[in-house]
């Protein structure tokens, strides 16, 4: 089970903190995954690590701007966003998965999902 938390409303160019807290299993071999779907638009890919390793991944769109980490010890993954525009408007959801390979930005491959947190940010 994963329960996504830290949404709300922020003005342009500021910072929210996203979590997802992970019960019931070990991440071990898992990649964690952030994604967002605006208003409109489809779901997409913002960033994801690998529970192992550590090793991160970005969407162009956030590179630089957004950072995702992980607590092991609280089975915890973070994601940091700075710099807030109002194009990151919309609803963040969580997941994970044993992705293989670069498959880790198709969303078809997590198995299992957060219930999605709102992030607004006004201009």
């Known amino acids: 089970q994963l329960q996504a938390s830290g949404g709300g409303l922020v003005q342009a160019g500021g910072s929210l903190r996203l979590s997802c807290a992970a019960s019931?299993?070990?991440?071990?071999?898992?990649?964690m995954g952030w994604f967002r779907r605006a208003p409109g638009r489809e779901r997409e890919f913002v960033a994801a690590i690998r529970w192992s390793s550590g090793m991160t991944y970005y969407a162009d769109s956030v590179k630089g701007r957004f950072t995702i980490s992980r607590d092991n010890a609280k089975t915890t993954v973070n994601l940091q966003m700075n710099s807030l525009k109002p194009e990151d408007t919309a609803v963040y959801y969580c997941?994970?998965?044993?992705?293989?390979?670069?498959?880790?930005?198709?969303?078809?491959?997590?198995?299992?999902w957060g219930q999605g947190t709102l992030v607004t940010v006004s201009s």
């Open positions: 019931g299993r070990t991440l071990s071999g898992y990649t």
């Open positions: 997941a994970a998965g044993r992705v293989i390979s670069s498959t880790y930005r198709l969303d078809r491959v997590y198995d299992y």
